[in-house]
């Protein structure tokens, strides 16, 4: 069993920064591909990014060169530095992990997940 709880959301103004970290606890994550997913308010969860256990990363077309996703397996961490933020940014993002290597951009790929935290980007 793992447990996530994601933290670092906010507001900000657009064109602004936030880093996310997502802090595990039960079991080391270095064994799980990690993503981060998006949810705003009447709108369907939305593949963010996520980072495989060798490094390798992927992203939505919506947050690539903006977005970077990234690992600490020493601090059992996975964080999302997100520059230029902009309004349509705005949603609850959740990470998760997953014990596949593939399909890394569908949730049900994922066996856990966070609570999720707020952000909120002002125009």
């Known amino acids: 069993q793992v447990q996530l709880v994601e933290s670092g959301g906010g507001l900000v103004q657009a064109g602004g920064s936030l880093r996310l970290s997502c802090a595990a606890s039960g079991r080391t994550l270095s064994s799980y591909a990690m993503g981060w997913f998006r949810q705003a308010p009447g709108k369907e969860r939305e593949f963010v990014a996520a980072i495989n256990w060798s490094g390798g990363t992927y992203y939505a077309n919506s947050v690539k060169g903006r977005f970077t996703i990234s690992r600490d397996n020493a601090k059992n961490t996975v964080y999302l530095q997100m520059n230029s933020l902009k309004p349509e940014d705005t949603a609850v993002y959740s990470c998760?992990?997953?014990?596949?290597?593939?399909?890394?951009?569908?949730?049900?790929?994922?066996?856990?997940w966070g609570q999720g935290t707020q952000v909120t980007v002002s125009s």
């Open positions: 998760a992990a997953s014990a596949l290597s593939r399909k890394l951009d569908v949730p049900n790929s994922y066996l856990y």
